[in-house]
Structures are given as C-alpha cells and as structure tokens.
C-alpha cells in the first residue's frame, strides 16, 4: 500500500495552480497527521471540537486548521481564535455568534458560507436563494469582526456524475453571482468543494479547495 506522502503527492499533481488542498484529518490519529505535515502538508480539516482542540498542541504552531464540520453555537468558544478558517457556517445565528464572539475576544475569524445543494446529504446550510437575498441586503455590513472569504458546498452523495457536476455548477453560480452582487467585499475569493469521490469534477467546476480525507489517510474508524 502507499504512503500518505505519496497519495498526498499524486493527488497535488492533479490540482492546478491556485486550487489548495485541504487534508481532512477526521477520526486519524496524531501520528497520521504528523506523516502528512512531514511531506509538506499544511492545512487539515477537522469536524470535531474535542478531537480538534486536542490535536492542537499536538502539531507544529504553523499548521492552518480549517473547521469543516456543524459547528454547535456552544462549543463556539473553544474554536474562535484558534483556527484559520470555520468552512462550514450554515446558519445565520452560527454567524451572528462567530461576529459576538471574535469582536470581543479581538480576533478577525475567517469564514465560509455552507450552502444547501445536495439531495439527502445533510440538512444543514444556506439555500441558494436565501444566501443571495442575505447578500443583496447587504447582510454582511453588520459584521464587525468577521470575515466571509467565500462558500464551502458539497454534491449529493451518489454514483451520478452528471448530478455530482450540477450540484458543483449549482455552487460555483451562487459564488460567482455573490461576487457580482457584492463587488466590493473583499477577499471573497474561495471556493470549497469537492472531496475523495468527487474533487475532479469540483475542480472542473472551479472549486479553489478540495476537501481530501479518505483518499490521503484511509479509510476512517468511527
Ligand atoms: C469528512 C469530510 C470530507 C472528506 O471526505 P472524504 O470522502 O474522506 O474525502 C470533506 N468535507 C467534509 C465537510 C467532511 O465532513
């Protein structure tokens, strides 16, 4: 079996320039993590606070962690100022809360917007249509200690690549019209999709960060 240095290797060699990739870390041990910072490895998603607040201390102080998963308003305190970006902000409230929490603690958190595309997957996120009225009313003007640098999506969970392609397209859209309604906010300039199974076909649709778990570290073990 390969390494996790040589899957990470040959999945970058598939991505082109510009697009970042995102070891999903989830459910892996410390030592797993380590193998892939050690073959260069910078950025790693965790969906878990526990697991992520413990994993921490545990790897060098320049790894970037990005919070992927449904993020419980209570636990919000243990991950503000502590990550380089929550990816997965899928309510208003969640976002309310970040902007509380990060202007008065005297941190900048950076986030993305999850949006609702996907048949069954998950029912958390913002509809499309919903996120464009938000940004159309200049929602994002209240916001005083957050930033929002783009949106994180995910395809329904299915053998049908052409359904994969339109939920990608669907996202990519919302992106591109969030970027004409709202010219002047800056930085918003990621978009997250694409994992294991589907991250080709997210590229292929523009998606600026790939979310990897399974195809860098195996299968996990819940
Ligand atoms: C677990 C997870 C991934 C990675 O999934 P793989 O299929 O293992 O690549 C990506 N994004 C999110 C939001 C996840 O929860």
């Known amino acids: 079996m390969s390494s996790i240095a040589e899957r990470l290797d040959s999945i970058r060699s598939t991505l082109?320039?510009?697009?970042?990739l995102v070891a999903v870390s989830k459910f892996h041990p410390v030592v797993a993590l380590q193998e892939a910072y050690a073959?260069?490895?910078r950025i790693f998603g965790e969906s878990r606070v526990q697991e992520l607040v413990e994993k921490i201390p545990n790897m060098p102080s320049d790894t970037r962690w990005h919070f992927i998963?449904?993020?419980?308003?209570?636990?919000?305190?243990q991950v503000i100022g502590r990550v380089a970006l929550i990816e997965s902000v899928d309510s208003l409230r969640l976002l309310e809360m970040i902007d509380e929490l990060s202007e008065k603690r005297g941190v900048v958190s950076r986030v993305l917007i999850q949006l609702h595309v996907a048949r069954e997957e998950t029912k958390f996120g913002f509809y499309p249509e919903e996120l464009l009225e938000w940004f159309?009313?200049?929602?994002?003007?209240?916001?005083?200690a957050t930033h929002i640098c783009g949106l994180m999506g995910m395809a329904t969970?299915?053998?049908?690549?052409e359904r994969i392609s339109a939920d990608f397209a669907r996202i990519a859209g919302t992106y591109r019209k969030i970027k004409e309604i709202a010219p002047d906010l800056r930085g918003f300039d990621t978009l997250s999709m694409g994992m294991s199974d589907d991250y080709p076909l997210a590229v292929a649709q523009g998606?600026?960060?790939v979310r990897v778990g399974t195809a860098i570290f195996g299968q996990r073990e819940y």
Request: aromatic share 2%.
């Open 136 to 144: 159309e009313n200049r929602g994002f003007e209240n916001l005083k």
């Open 207 to 209: 998606s600026t960060l």
């Open 157 to 161: 969970n299915t053998d049908d690549t």
């Open 39 to 41: 073959a260069g490895q």
């Open 69 to 77: 998963g449904h993020l419980q308003t209570n636990k919000l305190k």
């Open 16 to 20: 082109p320039a510009g697009v970042d």
